[in-house]
């Protein structure tokens, strides 16, 4: 048995729907640029990171033997 709703209660369901779509896309960009963001700083860590290991001076394979 078919429910008829009311143009009342049609523009009310239509309303949430459309909050609740909101919501959702709301919620999918925040996911995103939290991931963006977090991506793009360990990117700058670890670039960091390699420039560091690129200026340091190599320590000599004698000298970590004699630390054995």
């Not at 143009?7 to 609740?20: F, G, H, T, V």
């Not at 919620?27 to 963001?37: C, H």
């Amino acid at each position: 048995m078919p429910v008829y709703l009311t143009p009342e209660q049609l523009a009310a369901r239509n309303k949430r729907s459309l909050w609740i779509a909101l919501g959702l896309v709301g919620f999918i960009v925040l996911i995103f640029t939290t991931t963006f963001l977090r991506m793009q700083a360990n990117l700058t860590a670890r670039t960091a990171q390699d420039r560091a290991m690129a200026t340091a001076p190599a320590q000599p394979a004698s000298m970590s033997e004699a630390s054995n």
